[in-house]
């Protein structure tokens, strides 16, 4: 899962980047508003936190601007504020959920898995597609019951793939989402063809349809309607 986390507070934000990333996630910051305001614009994210006091700007500014762009990317307002209206506000600006500081770093992952599996996952845990099966919270992968051993970037792989089913993906878009906004810097993107490669040979080798298409010059598809031969 890619985040975007708007904090200004270098404390606090390396204590997120630190747990988030020991969890597995993939984590870009923002610590001002044009700054994040260029990332939303840039790139996509499946869960935002966003602080509400960031230097430049206001973060329920960047979560309108967020919105209206890229509407279903989950957000999380993460604030010192604690007022009523503060909540009604960003909720009415379509935040997902409201966080105040201090929180426990254990409970902002829930939320952000709970965000995430809403927004992104259609509110399952298990993600079924023909007979390919994805337990989100355990992250198991099983093919008609027959276990996959995936990497965790297969995996992520797979997920992203299967949440953006019969929809092209460019290799652009499939970098940046499981490495990072750097891949923009990359001078070839030939790692993920290498990666697509081994979630194919292990899916066909545990009895799955090769769903995942290359369209020419642009990137992939994972085709669920594909016929089988």
Not at 51 to 60: A, S, T, W
Not at 125 to 139: D, G, P, Q
Not at 164 to 179: C, D, G, M, R, Y
Request: with cysteine; net charge negative; hydrophobic share 35%.
């Amino acid at each position: 899962m890619k985040l975007l986390i708007v904090e200004d507070n270098p404390d606090l934000l390396e204590n997120i980047l630190t747990y988030l990333k020991r969890e597995g996630y993939i984590c870009e910051t923002a610590e001002d508003y044009d700054t994040a305001f260029n990332k939303i614009m840039s790139y996509t994210y499946d869960v935002a936190l966003i602080d509400i006091m960031i230097p430049g700007g206001d973060g329920l500014q960047v979560l309108q601007e967020l919105k209206s762009v890229k509407p279903e990317t989950g957000t999380i307002i993460i604030s010192a504020k604690n007022s009523l209206d503060d909540k009604v506000k960003g909720l009415e600006l379509g935040a997902d959920d409201y966080l105040t500081k201090p929180f426990q770093l254990a409970e902002l992952q829930a939320r952000i898995k709970a965000v995430n599996r809403r927004n992104n996952l259609g509110g399952k845990e298990v993600l079924e597609v023909n007979e390919i099966s994805i337990n989100t919270k355990t992250m198991e992968v099983a093919v008609n019951n027959t276990p996959v051993d995936l990497t965790p970037k297969e995996y992520d792989l797979l997920v992203y793939f299967t949440s953006n089913k019969n929809h092209v993906l460019s290799k652009q878009t499939i970098a940046e989402h499981l490495w990072g906004d750097y891949v923009d810097h990359l001078e070839n993107l030939d790692f993920v063809y290498q990666h697509i490669k081994n979630l194919r040979k292990k899916l066909a080798e545990a009895g799955g349809t090769d769903y995942i298409e290359s369209v020419y010059s642009i990137g992939y598809k994972f085709n669920t309607n594909k016929k089988v031969s």
